[in-house]
């Protein structure tokens, strides 16, 4: 599993990795995914285009999450997978691709309320890249 969760007194912690950034973003992304549905196996049938920019990849990846938040709670989208993402690392630019379903259709099991920059960040090493997250539940 390209993520995994961690301890944390009140709200939800983990840390996504992958050889590319690309991969460690869409970890996070599943991991956040996990967070809200347990695990619910929510189908692909929609898509969605996201488009985000950053002043650096920390805030790239928080305006990202937050994007499934608002698709959340503007559209009634619930993700169930990234099937395409692309980040410029130069401009801090990202653009994924989507798939998912109708959230009136599943049980949320965590109310996120929110990503934070609390502790996140986005490191690059020999072994790839990891995210670390706190999201507000």
């Known amino acids: 599993m390209p993520y ?4 944390h007194k ?4 983990f840390l996504a990795s992958g050889s590319t950034i690309e991969r460690a973003f869409k970890a996070s992304a599943m991991a956040l995914q996990e967070t809200m549905t347990k695990g619910a196996g929510v189908k ?3 898509e969605r285009e996201i488009d985000v920019q950053g002043d ?3 805030s790239l990846l928080y305006h990202f999450l937050e994007e499934f938040l608002f698709l959340l709670d503007a559209e009634s989208f619930l993700f169930s997978e990234v099937k395409e993402i692309k980040i410029n690392p130069v401009e801090f630019k990202l653009h994924a691709v ?3 379903d109708d959230a009136v259709n599943y049980q949320i099991s965590n109310d996120v309320k929110a990503i934070t ?5 986005v490191k690059h090493d ?3 890249w990891q995210c670390l997250v ?3 539940v």
């Open 4 to 7: 995994k969760f961690l301890e």
């Open 10 to 13: 009140a709200d939800v912690k």
């Open 44 to 46: 692909s049938t929609q």
């Open 56 to 58: 650096d990849f920390e």
């Open 98 to 100: 989507v798939s998912g």
């Open 117 to 121: 920059y609390n502790d996140m960040f």
């Open 126 to 128: 020999k072994n790839g």
């Open 134 to 136: 706190v999201v507000d």
